[in-house]
């Protein structure tokens, strides 16, 4: 098939935007950036399996990783996604596969996963990307229920599982890793959520928690152990890499919370790693970094329940500037009949709940929550807000509860804060309706805008293609760092364009159990160049580039500025 190139949409482009959005028959015409559905047309039809179709244990509804990452340092962006299994097992030989799909360019792609050897056989919750052992290449970590894994990646395009060796072959039910320098020492240490300390024999002695608004459903979280979650201390290049639980070393308090997705960020500005979480059933937790040992402040920054004081269900996780005061704010999706939940940093230690302030809270009520992120989907220059939704219970179709299984995902465009619902005039890749869990950020075919990986439970993943999104300008920013940390991660960016800011910061594990690019991405709008970028790399140095052109990828090296640059494809 032959894809609408940049030029092509353009000229679509113009004549949609000569007028406002106006209503048809068919429903209002579309005015901004659309996103198409590729997945079918360029072969990533990989099917993740998690469970039974009818859902009858807790384990079978949370799958869902993605990654996207360049494993092969070719200069474009590979796919990796997880998948699971079932309780009573696979025959030899037919068992669901996690895949790998190199990027051979014009949107075409090759499931590479059994000969790269990372096409891991086990029920796989989450991945995130990291160079652990600052190499220059980017390794794998993956989440699951049953042994966790860790694929080194050999440079040659395979990969080898060192997790046991490593001693990071942990054993629960492992939800997400967040990578990053925790105790300043130079190398990546990994927070590890954890989910249940689940028994697939365990027999309630409660059974109201087998039912949800009249409906029989599986038993949990509720009722059930939570499983305690980890720090693991990188110990070195001395040590060949190994690592160590430290969590009590850390300081992190020992609590049995259902952990989902966690992500590292700055939150306070004052240059170290803090840790937010977001739990199921239980308070979400904010562990700030006080020197190398972490302290959970949650409930004094009210960022551990609603406004109104209650436990939430805390699925994904985005944190971004989205109101660019120069400070982390977070947004947390939640559980079906319950509100997500923006949390505005106020800049001096505390967080506002502007979930109903914005129209955020109201627009999620009938959804089910999973991936969330921000990013700049028309390159306008603000953070514009993606959520992934699915529901749990396939039993609610057959109910009268105002909500579905299969759900649609949905995009919210930011203008000075407030957020709109823009999902029915952004192309038919939001008409989409499945039932949606991870997802990734990344510039699938290097064009200057946005694309976006979602994972589907036992259906095929959700290929979204941002067309017309580059017809404003960006710049996108690769890091790369020195030392034990190769790929900067935990390093902020600061892009200064007329008076105004946005902030960027590198990570290693984002959203709900997955992996964006590392590259960073800014929307420039009508500015043709970047004032000033002001970096604050991980070790504490700062550095400053000024008037940097619009329109091309760049990398930059500590002390050394660009090192190399190119254009993007806008043909």
């Known amino acids: 098939m032959r894809f609408l190139r940049a030029h092509q949409w353009k000229l679509a482009f113009l004549v949609l935007s000569c007028s406002p959005s106006v209503e048809t028959l068919d429903g209002p015409m579309p005015n ?25 244990h807790i384990v079978e509804c949370n799958t869902g990783g993605a990654a996207l990452f360049d494993y092969d340092e070719d200069g474009d962006l590979d796919i990796f996604l997880v998948n699971g299994s079932r309780l009573q097992g696979f025959p030899k030989g037919e068992e669901p596969r996690a895949a790998l799909f190199r990027n051979d360019g014009d949107w075409k792609f090759v499931n590479v996963g059994v000969e790269a050897g990372i096409a891991h056989i086990g029920w796989g919750m989450g991945v995130t990307v990291v160079d652990y052992n600052a190499d220059g290449l980017s390794d794998v970590y993956l989440s699951n229920y049953g042994p966790n894994a860790l694929y080194h990646n050999n440079g040659d395009g395979t990969f080898k599982d060192v997790a046991k060796d490593l001693g990071v072959d942990y ?16 190398d990546l240490d990994f927070y590890l959520t954890n989910y249940i300390d689940f028994d697939p024999e365990y027999v309630p002695a409660d059974m109201s928690f087998c039912n949800w608004r009249g409906i029989n459903v599986f038993y949990g979280p509720r009722g059930m152990p939570g499983e305690t979650d980890i720090l693991f201390r990188n110990e070195g290049r001395q040590s060949g890499w190994r690592f160590t639980d430290a969590t009590s070393d850390f300081g992190l308090e020992d609590h ?33 970094n006080e020197g190398g040992r972490f302290r959970d402040v949650a409930l004094i920054t009210a960022s551990a329940y609603s406004e109104d004081g209650r436990e939430q269900g805390g699925m994904g996780l985005a944190t971004g500037d989205y109101d660019r005061d120069g400070d982390l704010d977070l947004f947390v999706t939640n559980f079906s009949h319950d509100n997500n939940t923006l949390y505005q940093n106020n800049g001096r230690g ?16 009938t959804y089910l929550g999973w991936g969330t992120g921000f990013f700049d989907y028309d390159n306008d220059g603000d953070d514009d807000l993606f959520v992934a939704n699915g529901h749990v219970y396939p039993a609610v179709d057959q109910h009268d509860l105002g909500t579905t299984y ?45 694309d976006v990986v979602i994972v589907n439970i036992d259906d095929t993943p959700t290929i979204l293609r941002n067309d017309g999104g580059n017809d404003l300008n960006w710049l996108q920013v690769r890091l790369l760092g020195d030392g034990d940390n190769r790929q900067a991660v935990g390093a902020r960016v600061l892009a200064h ?53 619009a329109n091309q990828f760049i990398s930059i090296a500590p002390g050394k500025g660009v090192v190399q640059s190119s254009s993007g494809d806008r043909l």
């Open 32 to 56: 901004g950036p659309q996103f198409h559905d590729v997945a079918t047309e360029v072969g990533i039809v990989h099917k993740m399996i998690s469970g039974t179709p009818e859902k009858e």
């Open 171 to 186: 054993a629960g039910w492992s939800s997400a890793a967040t990578f990053g320098d925790y105790d300043s020492d130079g």
């Open 256 to 288: 049995d919370y259902y952990g989902f997705a966690a992500l590292a960020g700055d939150y306070d500005n004052d240059g170290d790693l803090d840790i937010y979480i977001a739990n199921d059933s239980t308070p979400n937790t904010l562990y700030r």
């Open 350 to 365: 505390f967080f506002n709940d502007a979930s109903f302030t914005t129209t955020l809270g109201k627009e999620s009520i």
């Open 406 to 450: 299969a759900q649609d995902n949905q995009i919210f465009k930011n203008t000075d804060g407030a957020f709109e619902n823009v999902g029915e005039v952004s192309g038919p890749g939001f008409g989409v309706r499945k039932s949606s869990r991870g997802h990734a950020f990344g510039d699938l075919d290097n064009d200057g805008d946005v």
């Open 497 to 549: 364009m007329q008076g105004k800011i946005q902030l960027r910061e590198v990570r290693s594990g984002t959203g709900y159990i997955s992996q964006d690019d590392m590259r960073l991405h800014f929307g420039l709008a009508q500015n043709d160049r970047v004032d000033s970028l002001v970096i604050r790399w991980p070790g504490g140095q700062r550095e400053s580039l000024v008037n940097i052109p």
